[in-house]
């Protein structure tokens, strides 16, 4: 099918409003992206692919995701597409290669953007059906030396995209022209990423605010006889039910010596009353995600030994979240907090001091062996180098991580004194640093053990 431009059609919507993209300005935030990305790349071309459908078995797909960096660029979230970024091309900078519009398919499937739509809704200059790669391709390759492409998990994309390169190289010889290059986008995609905008901290923010709702949820209602499930069913409806795609990650409803186990999500157990539930859960709204861990009393307050465990924790993550600000080092927020839980766990007789020789052994790593933050944003593990230059990178004002400080105590660990024997906790909130020094997006979210107990006691 041939392209169609989609200039006047723009100009139509922006002063119509026919455009779904438009009213709240999401248009001219991806194409904002879409411009300072194109002056990073210059005079190069370069091609994303959408994510491809995943099988669950046999013929039922899973829930279809986007790739984040191509919803970042483009905006567009279905399946089958690719996006064409080419500065100054006089053929269009901005081109769509997406699935057509289909009557048949569109009864099965729901309805597509199609040509008309990929210009008018997201702003592409050109748009084509997908089959037209092979055509339209090789006259954006054949004039430029450099293209990015991110190989990656797509192979048939993969090998498509390297038979056009392939094919616009052989003519060089005669032409002067054509790639003699292929660099990878994702790096440059990742540092925009990295610094979160108003809109995307909008996102998040309501992502968070939905987070909460789960998590006091879960506090109030979990009661020794219920089955993790149980919990994991209430936390996945206060996600649906306020806007919420859904989890933005496997949740993690981790009762009694499951908690011990980092990625548990079998979430299958029969919780007792007074032991710990660790829920590790966050939703994803607007492809934003958030990422809270609570650990709590089932429908009790905490023993003794409980108390004194998640005390130790609590206080080391208030290490690590007071050190964050800018000019900080990424490792920094994890041996501020490293050095409180190992204080803590010497003291609890969990390894043995003195503190430096227990730091620098690692020998807490039987009890802590994670590291205390990551990166947050469109992927819950979000994009952004950690080491700038060989070193620890400096954190900047709008970058958002985690601080997520644990102490896991496996239930036939001998070695530990036998009241913490079988017990899990993390305490995880997500901050925002601030060119005075942090914002804590996720302080609503109860985690001191008065907060707790007001909602777990019965």
């Not at 438009?22 to 994510?51: D, H, K, T, V, Y």
């Not at 769509?96 to 398919?105: G, K, N």
């Not at 499930?229 to 806007?243: H, K, P």
Request: one cysteine or more; charged letters at 25%.
């Amino acid at each position: 099918m041939p392209a169609r431009d989609g200039r006047k059609r723009r100009a139509q919507a922006a002063s119509g409003g026919v455009s779904a993209a438009n009213p709240n300005g999401r248009a001219e935030i991806f194409r904002q992206r879409r411009a300072r990305f194109m002056a990073e790349i210059g005079a190069a071309a370069a091609i994303l692919p959408s994510a491809p459908v995943a099988v669950r078995s046999n013929d039922v797909e899973f829930g279809y995701r986007q790739d984040s960096d191509f919803y970042y660029l483009t905006g567009f979230a279905e399946p089958q597409s690719l996006a064409l970024f080419a500065p100054g091309h006089k053929d269009g900078e901005f081109v769509l290669f997406v699935r057509p519009r289909d009557r048949e398919r569109e009864t099965w499937t729901g309805r597509r953007a199609g040509v008309e739509g990929a210009m008018l809704d997201y702003g592409a200059d050109k748009a084509y059906v997908v089959d037209e790669i092979d055509r339209v391709l090789p006259r954006y390759l054949e004039v430029v030396e450099r293209v990015y492409y991110p190989l990656g998990n797509n192979e048939r994309m993969n090998a498509r995209v390297l038979e056009l390169m392939r094919g616009a190289q052989v003519m060089r010889p005669r032409t002067g022209a054509g790639p003699v290059a292929m660099l990878d986008p994702r790096e440059l995609i990742h540092e925009a990423r990295l610094k979160k905008r108003p809109e995307e901290l909008d996102a998040m923010r309501r992502a968070i605010a939905i987070s909460c709702e789960a998590h006091r949820a879960a506090m109030r209602r979990a009661r020794g006889g219920m089955m993790e499930w149980e919990i994991e069913a209430l936390v996945d409806y206060a996600f649906r039910s306020r806007g919420a795609a859904g989890p933005s990650y496997p949740s993690i409803i981790a009762s009694g010596p499951n908690a011990a186990i980092l990625h548990y999500i079998q979430n299958d157990r029969q919780m007792r009353s007074g032991e710990l539930l660790l829920i590790d859960a966050g939703c994803e709204y607007d492809f934003y995600a958030s990422d809270v861990t609570r650990t709590f009393p089932v429908g009790a307050r905490f023993n003794s030994a409980q108390r004194a465990l998640y005390s130790v924790v609590l206080e080391a993550q208030r290490g690590g979240i007071e050190s964050i600000k800018p000019g900080v080092r990424f490792d920094e927020v994890h041996e501020a907090a490293l050095r409180v839980l190992v204080a803590g766990m010497i003291d609890l007789g969990l390894v043995k001091g003195p503190l430096d020789a227990a730091v620098t052994s690692g020998a807490y790593g039987r009890y802590y062996m994670h590291r205390t933050s990551h990166w947050l944003g469109m992927d819950v593990h979000d994009v952004g180098l950690y080491r700038v230059g060989g070193s620890s990178r400096v954190l900047e004002p709008s970058m958002v991580l985690t601080v997520e400080p644990g102490i896991y105590v496996s239930p036939d660990d001998d070695d530990a004194p036998e009241p913490l024997r079988g017990v899990g906790i993390r305490i995880e909130d997500d901050v925002l640093v601030t060119p005075e020094g942090r914002e804590v997006l996720t302080a609503a979210i109860p985690k001191t053990i008065d907060e707790i107990e007001a909602l777990t006691a019965p």
